[in-house]
């Protein structure tokens, strides 16, 4: 407890320092509580957010770094001037992040995270554009992406130009706040491209926003009370967003303060002329269907490759659940639980990917313990637990070709960890950033 206390109150004056002493402006070469991870279409340029959630900064940072040097260095590390021998890990290596890894970087507002792909506008010059979470503001921030005709990054525009002064920020023509009825807390961002919308979780509110992207500018098309279950202390937030199987257009949506899982549909409505959501069904975890109680939580949510299978992710208890998706006798959607599995505490991200011989298996992160979890959901048992760092957040698969394996940022270390495939099993090779521990630097 005294640990805990300690931490937060040197949370408290780190913030504190950066409120009163404006102008410390954010590194563009340092990871500090990353928290968002995506790859640019080509795969060429590895996106990062930088979420500054102890305040040190006057702002986040979005970094564009070039996969292609990460690999290089990844493969042969004590060849570049940036990397070393981890000092507590020898048989791992730990690079700093040079001016050739980092090929842009445009400030942001405090507490960035989550990142989706939008398309480019039509009759646009842009490669695409990058819609970014930003809880402090709140908003959701637009990125303009620039890329050559080889997919690597030239320009990060957000409002600003594409000159390359530091910092570059984003202004008000690219952000979408509280003034055009953002609610507060935007957290995780889905995308239906096919239907013009993006899709927004809100932590700590009941609400999801429905960004249409269709139309230049974006605007937020609708805000909808997702009528989801307030816990016993009178909270209610939606965590994690996925889109469904079938015919229609749905989403499912996970309840950050209680062990449901809602989901919801578009339907067209010819009195308005547009696309209004409509909630078509929901499950709440209980007896006989596993140890859920109240102050359980739903994190991450991920549908099996063929849409017939849905896990979830409980924070309490700490299990993974597997749920049979399929339709009654009038067409309507109905989750069965048919298995939990007891995972590391904590589980949060999850995510469903494929091995080497094709098997289906699920992947969990587990933030206290600094590790991925690999689920056999077949078996229903564990593959591996992966030691990839301290607070793991937001990890991602590359397309196989690229690189086979996977990246994860480490939120508590100001870190990214390389994991890479090894014959049967997984291992990390490595650690790009500089490690940290929160309160004592």
């Not at 986040?60 to 070039?66: E, N, Y």
């Not at 503001?137 to 990054?153: I, M, Q, R, W």
């Amino acid at each position: 407890m005294r640990q805990v206390l300690s931490v937060l109150l040197s949370m408290w004056f780190l913030a504190a320092c950066a409120q009163d002493i404006a102008g410390i402006d954010p590194p563009s070469d340092l990871f500090f509580f990353p928290s968002g991870l995506r790859l640019s279409p080509s795969g060429r340029t590895l996106f990062v957010t930088n979420g500054n959630s102890d305040l040190r900064f006057n702002g986040s940072t979005l970094l564009a770094l070039d996969t292609d040097r990460l690999h290089r260095m990844a493969a042969d590390p004590l060849t570049f001037a940036a990397c070393e021998v981890d000092a507590q890990s020898t048989d791992e290596f730990l690079c700093g992040l040079d001016t050739d890894l980092v090929v842009s970087a445009v400030r942001l507002g405090s507490y960035a995270g989550h990142m989706a792909v939008l398309p480019a506008p039509e009759g646009s010059t842009m490669s695409y554009r990058l819609m970014i979470s930003v809880r402090a503001d709140p908003s959701l921030t637009l990125v303009d992406v620039y890329e050559d005709a080889d997919g690597k990054v030239t320009c990060l525009d957000c409002g600003a130009g594409c000159d390359a002064s530091w910092p570059r920020d984003c202004t008000g023509s690219h952000r979408l706040g509280k003034d055009d009825g953002l609610p507060t807390d935007p957290f995780r961002i889905m995308v239906h491209e096919e239907l013009g919308y993006a899709v927004v979780t809100h932590l700590n509110s009941p609400y999801l926003t429905v960004v249409d992207f269709a139309i230049e500018p974006p605007v937020i098309a609708q805000v909808f009370d997702a009528n989801m279950t307030v816990n016993y202390n009178g909270y209610v937030g939606s965590y994690d967003a996925v889109t469904g199987p079938g015919e229609w257009p749905t989403f499912f949506v996970s309840n950050s303060y209680a062990p449901e899982i809602a989901w919801f549909r578009w339907q067209y409505s010819p009195e308005n002329g547009v696309d209004l959501l409509l909630q078509a069904g929901s499950a709440y975890l209980q007896s006989p269907y596993g140890p859920f109680e109240s102050g359980s939580e739903v994190r991450g949510l991920a549908f099996s490759a063929d849409g017939t299978r849905l896990y979830a992710a409980v924070r309490y208890p700490p299990v993974v659940v597997t749920f049979d998706v399929s339709e009654d006798a009038q067409g309507r959607t109905r989750l069965t639980p048919i298995g939990t599995v007891e995972v590391s505490a904590q589980p949060a991200i999850l995510q469903v990917h494929s091995d080497h011989l094709g098997l289906e298996q699920v992947f969990v992160t587990s933030f206290p313990e600094g590790e991925v979890l690999v689920l056999d959901p077949v078996r229903g048992t564990w593959v591996q637990r992966i030691p990839v760092g301290t607070g793991p957040h937001e990890f991602l698969f590359p397309p196989a070709e690229r690189f086979p394996g996977f990246y994860v940022v480490n939120f508590a270390e100001g870190t990214i960890s390389i994991v890479s495939h090894d014959g049967p099993a997984w291992r990390r090779l490595g650690r790009f950033g500089k490690p940290r521990q929160i309160g004592k630097d």
